[in-house]
């Protein structure tokens, strides 16, 4: 897999132009990343810097010295006829990462390389018999990651693809927005086959530029099958003979297109760039940046389903985004129960922040009520669904959720004689139930379950429940 990541810099990679994909076409560009002879370029540090932090959280290596190489291309897009990337010391080489797969297990995906360069402008057709040039993301600073071929299937490309973009929000290098293009994938797809004692591999399929998950696992998904099946047809269809091909994705017709094969493949011409000088990176910097990385999300996932106890996909989805696991661990520390407060961002806060299009963190309700609320109904003050309904009534004002509770009639009734009287009210109000719960054991759980249930109605839901089933219980022994 390689993946294209645009950081998130105010700037661009070696200009002071101003990243902004919504400006008016060609207004953020300048002599340098308009290309223009004699203009020098000037390294992006914040660039640097997030390249470095991402290449430390995938475990790569950071190299000492780095440099910059010219890669040649001849696009319209592209002014300056080349790109500058880096060719043979990248910024990270030999990391590896961790995702885990649909059946529940881990696997790790080896990192080959992790290197700086700048974007291409954009080429627009809108069905113009002409084509026009936007040189406004020209020189956007871009990460690209390549992963040893170590992913083996559609789902794993799936799954690699959202861990990866965890990661990348999660260190703030980049904003990674799938659909503004933040974040591309391109998937090389072939099928190792063994027939007769023989493998045989079918030729590569690099499918260009996908921005969206879906379309990543659909893209390998199809090109597996349309290999194999090619390869049935004519099994001189193989790597050796055809080497590697281009393709596109048609997300509307889930189809892959051809577009260019071997013999039109690109020779970059790559050398070193004479305008830029090497990076080096002094070792109390690169320890000082590991230091900063923090608690990745992987290892904040472990840490809450192995000391609370939370399931695998509960603790994925609090810490989907770090601003929503660090609002769970302060309201922790601020006293709430673990168990009840993983439940409450489940059931409750994160249908809120669906429902919003927003981060459970993005609802803006502070730790301190979250806790609160949990506290409330881990003392069984709230039962479970009046947690729910104040929550709600918690969104966009500062009113304390025991105050809500008050006001609101849902504090849980823990007075015997008021819980007697409901459960003594529903007792003479449906005698067949009763009959069943003390003679009929097919129905018994059944009928118990639903006079709770009427006592829950007569209180108006603010009986609690245990001393609803106590008394229920007792109640019909007699
Ligand atoms: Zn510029
Ligand atoms: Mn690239």
Redesign the pocket.
């Known amino acids: 897999m390689e993946i294209h990541v645009q950081l998130a810099t105010r700037s661009?990679m070696f200009?002071?132009?101003l990243v902004e994909p919504g400006a008016p076409p060609n207004e953020?560009?300048?002599p340098?990343?308009?290309g223009m002879p004699g203009s020098l370029p000037v390294i992006n540090r914040r660039a640097v810097e997030f390249a470095v932090r991402m290449a430390l959280a995938l475990n790569c290596t950071v190299a000492r010295f780095t440099k910059w190489d010219r890669k040649s291309y001849f696009y319209p897009d592209l002014p300056k006829n080349y790109q500058i990337s880096q060719y043979d010391l990248p910024i990270g080489a030999g990391g590896h990462f961790r995702i885990s797969t649909k059946e529940g297990g881990d696997r790790t995906i080896r990192i080959r390389r992790a290197h700086l360069e700048e974007d291409a402008g954009k080429n627009l057709h809108e069905g113009l018999d002409h084509t026009r040039v936007d040189l406004n993301r020209a020189?956007t600073p871009l990460l690209e990651i390549v992963t040893e071929p170590d992913l083996a299937s559609a789902d794993e490309a799936y799954a690699f693809a959202t861990e990866l973009q965890r990661l990348v929000v999660w260190l703030g290098v980049s904003e990674a927005n799938m659909q503004k293009g933040q974040m591309r994938f391109e998937p090389n797809v072939n099928v190792s086959i063994t027939e007769g004692g023989r493998e045989f591999r079918t030729p590569i399929a690099e499918v260009k530029n996908l921005n969206s998950f879906r379309s990543v696992r659909n893209a390998v998904a199809y090109e597996v099958d349309r290999q194999r099946a090619q390869w049935k047809a004519d099994h001189g269809y193989t790597l050796d003979q055809h080497g590697k091909m281009n393709f596109g994705w048609d997300d509307v017709r889930g189809v892959t297109e051809f577009q260019r094969g071997k013999e039109e493949a690109h020779d970059y011409r790559y050398f070193p760039d004479p305008d830029l000088v090497p990076v080096l990176f002094e070792p109390d910097w690169l320890s000082e940046q590991a230091a900063s990385l923090g608690e990745l999300p992987q290892a904040r996932q472990a840490r809450l389903r192995e000391s609370i106890g939370l399931s695998e996909a509960d603790a994925a989805t609090i810490t989907a985004d770090r601003a929503t696991s660090e609002l769970f661990d302060t309201a922790i520390a601020a006293g709430a129960d673990g168990k009840v407060l993983g439940k409450q961002f489940i059931n409750f806060w994160s249908a809120q922040a669906n429902a919003k299009g927003v981060s459970i963190a993005g609802l803006g309700v502070s730790a301190t009520r979250i806790a609160e609320l949990a506290k409330l109904t881990a003392e069984g003050i709230v039962s479970a669904s009046a947690a729910a309904q104040i929550a709600e009534k918690m969104l966009g004002n500062e009113e304390s959720p025991t105050a809500i509770a008050n006001r609101e009639g849902l504090v849980q009734v823990r007075d015997e004689s008021a819980t007697q009287a409901w459960v003594d009210q529903a007792i003479a109000a449906n005698a067949q139930a009763v009959a069943d719960a003390q003679s009929n054991p097919k129905k018994k759980q059944a009928a118990i379950g639903f006079l709770r249930g009427q006592v829950m109605k007569l209180s108006g839901g603010k009986a609690d429940p245990k001393l609803v089933g106590e008394l229920l219980e007792k109640k019909l022994s007699e």
Request: hydrophobic share 35%; with cysteine.
């Open positions: 661009k200009c002071a132009c953020r560009v300048c340098v990343c308009l020189g």
